[in-house]
């Protein structure tokens, strides 16, 4: 009896040990990507996934100067999951160049619409806000005037709340002292398009120097917005991150640099409401050239880590534009780095909840490849995610258009600044853009075009979540069957 209950025993963990190798996973391989565009230069900025069943749709927001040949025009393409040709696009028809920059859709709401912003070239540049229906009809549309609207004036990003209310934000120069030159600014609109709030923002430290948003994130349980972007600190650009409540108050803002410049780029929370910012420095290069950086922040604004990586260990400029996380242990950065090609090779890479590395991709085609946006996107039927990234190349990717590269992490001592802020609520008026979206389609692309490329875990079904092991339904599932085989073998060989 005691040797058939060690041998129940035995079996119970070969089982268990023979599905926990299917959690792992190395780096993500290339499954599809698609180029588009035309003869001229093509780029693709951002991309959201509208989750589905079984796998939603993939919305990519960009420019073209192949529509017309001329000038720029933004654009917003409809993909399914495995990429191809696009299934549907809608291109701005302005007489002067425009870009459409970022894209937010709904999540968990019973309203579907997704959300678009960029700039028109109107009054030296306005911003401009579309909301569209899943299939990219037009549901409604506004160009912005903010303060008097006679300079350059865009939105530069999007995010959509909980309750189905869209936030942007972007950068004026249409205001007065001591909002003159360059500042951030915030609209809020409801689900209708009315603006329930506006507001700038700058510290009163720099006076009358210019700063720049570079991205936003709503947080999903609270609706607290989260922007970080540049800011003039003395003779030279500080990143900064701000928090504010749903009402546009500010709860907090920080800066953060050393002796040189720091940009934040992109920012993505985590599911116990830390902060991650993505951006790049050059305060700490011997050479003077930039590194990526992550910075990690507690929700009440503490800085928990601040972490450099010299993609290719080389000390040629890098960039980190983007991140995203699942949870709080998948966090992947996408960005430029010229450690190998003068023009830019576009990299990713994993990192852990405590900033270190697990591992970084880069492309290594010829000629300019960027990625500017990253974003994650859940399978709903048995959880396996995939990495997909936005961005520009000059060639059309393979599975061996990537390659492993090392990276340098260091850990340089970096303090956040507290700041009082000017803050204002400009006048904001909304109007109907002199060009709606109208249909538009993409010839063969020739030279610089735009990219969108979704990687998956190789040939498992899902990924380790560092140290944390994460299973899937269809894990869960395996897991069961394969225990309920052991318990009826154990059965019959009691018989």
């Not at 993500?28 to 035309?38: D, R």
């Not at 001229?40 to 960009?62: C, E, H, M, N, Q």
């Not at 922040?297 to 400029?317: E, R, S």
């Not at 803050?423 to 249909?439: F, G, H, K, R, W």
Request: hydrophobic content about 40%; overall charge negative; proline content about 6%.
């Amino acid at each position: 009896m005691q040797k058939r209950k060690s041998l129940g025993l035995l079996l119970l963990v070969i089982t268990i040990l023979s599905v926990i190798p299917l959690i792992n996973a190395g780096n993500q391989v290339l499954s599809f990507s698609s180029t588009f565009g035309g003869a001229f230069i093509d780029r693709a900025y951002s991309l959201a996934w509208k989750f589905g069943t079984p796998s939603g749709k993939l919305y990519v927001v960009g420019s073209s100067i192949s529509f017309s040949g001329l000038h720029s025009e933004g654009y917003v393409a409809m993909f399914d999951e495995n990429l191809g040709s696009p299934i549907a696009v809608k291109k701005t028809n302005f007489a002067a160049s425009n870009e459409l920059l970022d894209v937010a859709v709904t999540r968990g709401i019973a309203t579907d619409y997704i959300a678009v912003v960029g700039f028109s070239p109107n009054d030296n540049r306005d911003p401009i806000v579309y909301w569209l229906n899943p299939d990219l009809s037009s549901i409604n549309q506004f160009e912005l005037v903010v303060f008097s609207g006679t300079q350059r004036d865009e939105a530069v990003a999007v995010g959509i709340d909980n309750q189905g209310n869209t936030v942007i934000t972007g950068f004026t120069l249409s205001g007065d002292s001591p909002f003159d030159n360059f500042i951030p600014f915030l609209v809020k609109f409801n689900p209708s398009g009315a603006i329930l709030w506006s507001v700038a923002f700058r510290p009163t430290i720099t006076g009358s120097q210019p700063s720049y948003p570079g991205d936003l994130a709503i947080i999903s349980w609270n609706n607290h917005i989260i922007v970080v972007g540049s800011v003039t600190i003395g003779p030279s650009y500080d990143a900064f991150v701000a928090r504010f409540d749903p009402a546009g108050n500010i709860i907090w803002y920080r800066t953060f640099g050393d002796s040189k410049r720091e940009h934040a780029y992109g920012v993505a929370y985590d599911n116990q409401g830390n902060i991650y910012v993505a951006g790049a420095t050059n305060s700490f290069s011997p050479t003077g050239t930039y590194d990526t950086f992550v910075a990690k922040f507690a929700p009440d604004g503490t800085l928990l880590w601040f972490k450099l990586y010299d993609i290719g260990a080389l000390n040629a400029n890098d960039w980190a534009i983007s991140i995203a996380i699942i949870e709080y242990d998948h966090i992947y950065i996408t960005g430029e780095t010229r450690a190998f090609d003068a023009d830019g090779d576009m990299f990713f890479a994993k990192i852990k909840e405590n900033g270190d590395l697990v591992y970084a991709v880069r492309s290594n085609m010829p000629g300019k490849d960027i990625g500017y946006d990253i974003a994650l996107n859940i399978h709903s039927q048995n959880d396996v995610f995939y990495i997909n990234i936005a961005g520009v190349s000059n060639d059309n990717p393979t599975s061996d258009s990537f390659e492993s590269v090392s990276v340098t992490t260091s850990t340089p001592p970096i303090t956040p600044q507290p700041r009082d802020l000017n803050i204002a609520n400009p006048a904001v008026l909304s109007t109907t853009p002199t060009s709606p979206l109208v249909d538009g389609s993409f010839d063969t692309p020739s030279g610089e075009r735009a990219m969108v490329l979704k990687f998956d875990p190789p040939s498992v079904p899902n990924e380790n979540k560092n140290s944390n092991i994460y299973i899937s339904h269809f894990l869960i599932a395996t897991i069961i069957a394969l225990i309920a085989a052991t318990a009826i073998f154990i059965k019959r060989r009691n018989k």
